[in-house]
């Protein structure tokens, strides 16, 4: 009976014990997450002139490839003879 | 655990094997913007054409000969080209038409001398008045250069049919180009060009029977003309006006056509007319 008192206890102990051990690991945790969230901040903050100047390079590049795209075509009339394709030998 | 070390090995060598093989795939392309840019790409072209064919001869009945015309064009970025021709003349009284595939390549050398080379094959169905020369193969070679907004051109041209014939084509044309000018991705090409042809004349008698032809020679004899040679046949002017706005393009075309002497003898008028197209440039 004795023996079964003493395990009660214990276990009611290490309930107790796992709980407080529980809230100090989440609280441990929360503190260690704090300068995680900063760190994700500070890399928001760095990451907005990157997206600014891929933008910038995005902007010029579909400037340049529509007009790569331009001298093709011009090109192409030029090669694709339609322009003499009336003019025929009797 | 050496298995599973040996699989891992794997797994991280296809993945690094794919990386290299796909850029996309890739978080960093190694290539540059510029150069990626600069890349050639596929270009395929169609077009519909309506053409006012005014053919000033006394030889036949008509001078009128519009036609529609069709017209496929595929550059591929490694310069080979792919075409196919379809005219229709509509005006003829049975089902007139003649279509033409061709296929050439052709190499940019030194940013502005362009060399080309093309095979084609035709077919002619229908009102053989319509013909004009009667060619079923075209093998061709020409040479571009371009400088500043000047285009010169030598075309040379071996076409075999009815009778065999080789053409000499000079071409000097002013190329001048606007960009933007109605919106950002438009342009306007306007190209005249003026051409002066030299060639054999065996096609002229193409059609005539031994005794015809001989008498045709003797009369253009008397006339101080020889016959049956390399010689000028004609000059020719083509004055194009682009306006192309994203995929889709307008073309205005007038063209005129001055024979030489000796084919005036033969009754032959100048050739005039306008061409009307509408090109299509899909993104492929």
């Known amino acids: 009976m004795r023996f079964t008192k003493i395990i009660g206890f214990l276990i009611i102990l290490s309930f107790l014990g796992l709980q407080s051990l529980n809230a100090q690991i989440q609280s441990k945790t929360k503190v260690v997450q704090k300068p995680l969230v900063l760190k994700k901040k500070i890399t928001k903050v760095k990451s907005v002139p990157i997206a600014t100047k891929s933008k910038t390079i995005l902007k010029s590049a579909s400037k340049q490839k529509m007009n790569a795209r331009k001298q093709q075509i011009k090109k192409a009339v030029r090669k694709s003879r339609i322009t003499r394709r009336p003019i025929r030998r009797r | 655990m050496q298995t599973q070390t040996m699989r891992h090995r794997k797994i991280y060598s296809i993945i690094f094997l794919f990386s290299f093989l796909s850029p996309s ?63 229709n003349y509509f005006k003829a009284t049975e089902n007139t038409y003649e279509a033409e595939v061709q296929i050439g390549y052709q190499k940019t ?109 003797n009369y253009l004899a008397r006339h101080n003309f020889k016959s049956h040679q390399f010689e000028y046949q004609s000059i020719i002017l083509f004055v194009p006006l682009v306006y192309n706005i994203g995929d889709i393009g307008f073309m205005v075309n007038w063209y005129y056509s001055w024979p030489s002497a000796k084919l005036t003898k033969l009754s032959w008028r100048d050739q005039s007319g306008v061409l009307f197209s509408v090109f299509y440039t899909p993104k492929i």
């Not at chain 2, 169609?46 to 036949?60: G, H, P, V, W």
């Open chain 2, 25 to 87: 795939f890739a978080q960093e392309s190694p290539q540059s913007d510029s150069t990626l840019l600069s890349e050639p790409s596929d270009l395929l072209m169609l077009s519909l054409s309506y053409t006012s064919n005014n053919m000033k001869t006394k030889n036949y009945e008509y001078d009128r000969i519009p036609a529609l015309l069709a017209d496929l064009n595929f550059f591929s970025k490694y310069g080979f080209i792919a075409s196919l021709n379809y005219t």
């Open chain 2, 109 to 217: 050398l030194f940013t502005n001398f362009t060399v080309s080379s093309h095979y084609a094959r035709r077919k002619f169905v229908g009102d053989t008045t319509y013909e004009g020369l009667a060619q079923k193969n075209t093998l061709a070679l020409d040479f571009a250069y371009n400088w500043k907004f000047l285009d010169l051109q030598i075309s040379n041209s071996y076409l075999n049919g009815k009778s065999d014939n080789y053409f000499l084509d000079l071409d000097l044309g002013i190329s001048l180009d606007f960009d933007n000018v109605l919106s950002k991705n438009d342009f306007v090409l306007f190209n005249p060009t003026i051409s002066a042809t030299f060639g054999t004349d065996y096609w002229v008698f193409q059609n005539l029977r031994p005794n015809v032809e001989h008498a045709v020679v």
